[in-house]
């Protein structure tokens, strides 16, 4: 079986279990925006679905000049390779997501829309034909194949869902930020699902740490969690 990347899912909740409330919507803070940036910096490839590429229409870059400059020492482009999962292929080839960076764009998607995907996107990332259905596993050895030894996962719910039901996450870094969405419609962190982790079998709490006014709880999820 090829090897699968270390993946680290990366998120910010409100203290109600929601990502955010279906718009755009800042639930950290400065310095865990900070945070993240280095976390980015340390990987070779940032995954979000095609759902966050469309609402939030992230840049996923590194923003610290410095951490570009040393990635760049290191023969690695300024910022991570990005990547996206969709089944429908609706996706606007003039996003941040595929407009900024100098790094490779990665779309996986389903078998039947790759035709449709390689005329919309073609000249701004490389298609990938995902099978049918995408399965998360395949996609990350296929990242793994592709050089990814550090994969982050950025979101959304729908995304981070099949990662952990997949026990495909080796490390969550939960942000809980100190506000209620208050609203079912809102997307939540995850959705319904058979979690490899339950009241009779718990999680690692690997660290707990304040930034400001929120905190960061790092989960150590299999045995190739590592604390660097
Ligand atoms: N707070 C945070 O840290 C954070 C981070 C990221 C996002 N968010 C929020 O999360 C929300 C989006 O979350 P979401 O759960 O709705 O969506 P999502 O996970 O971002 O994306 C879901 C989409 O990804 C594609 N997809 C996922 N799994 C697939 C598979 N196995 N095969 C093929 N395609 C697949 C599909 O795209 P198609 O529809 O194109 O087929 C699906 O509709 C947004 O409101 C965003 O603001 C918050």
Known sequence: ??????????CSVSIDGYLGNGARLALS?????????????????????AATVRTDNPRLLVRSPERREQRAARGLAPSPVKVTITEGAVLDACSDFFTTGEAEKLVYCASPVVEDACARLGAVATVIDGGEPVEMRRVTEDLGERGVERLMVEGGGKVHTQFLTEDLVDELQ???APCFVGDSRAPRFVSDGRFPWNPQRRATLAGVRQIGDVVLLRYALSPRFRTD
């Open 29 to 49: 803070n400065d310095a865990d925006f900070d945070r993240v940036d280095e976390v980015r910096a340390s990987c070779d490839a940032i995954m979000v679905g």
């Open 174 to 176: 939960l942000v809980v």
């Open 1 to 10: 079986m090829p090897d699968r990347p270390y993946t680290l899912l990366s």
